[in-house]
């Protein structure tokens, strides 16, 4: 069973950067896929990028393509998504899940923290 941790979420005004940390707890981390989510208020969780356990692919969903970029250090058991050109759309609570393989579906995702906030001020 993984369990993970989020952390380096905050207050940043539009155009600004925020590095979001993914602890995870469990020796088997790094043979399972990755994946960011975030739940802004009154909407779904949605996935905002993943990426496989070995590093080689990731997936962006359009909306933060060229802005955030998803990665992973096994040695520390820890993955990392680093945004950029945040923008008020981008204000929600953010998530890392593991998953078998990769996948797109939150359903196929396990080990969920408690989330970090971010907020992106106009």
């Known amino acids: 069973q993984v369990q993970l941790v989020e952390s380096g979420g905050g207050l940043v005004q539009a155009g600004g950067s925020l590095r979001l940390s993914c602890a995870a707890s469990?020796?088997?981390?790094?043979?399972?896929?990755m994946g960011w989510f975030r739940r802004a208020p009154g909407k779904e969780r949605e996935l905002v990028a993943r990426?496989?356990?070995?590093?080689?692919?990731?997936y962006y969903v359009d909306s933060v393509k060229g802005r955030f970029t998803v990665s992973r250090d096994k040695a520390k058991n820890t993955g990392y998504l680093q945004m950029n050109s945040l923008k008020p759309e981008d204000t929600a609570i953010y998530y890392c899940a593991a998953a078998p393989l990769p996948s797109n579906r939150v359903g196929d995702y396990d080990g969920w923290g408690q989330g970090t906030q971010v907020t992106v001020s106009s």
């Open positions: 469990g020796r088997t981390f790094s043979r399972y896929a």
């Open positions: 990426i496989t356990w070995g590093g080689g692919s990731t």
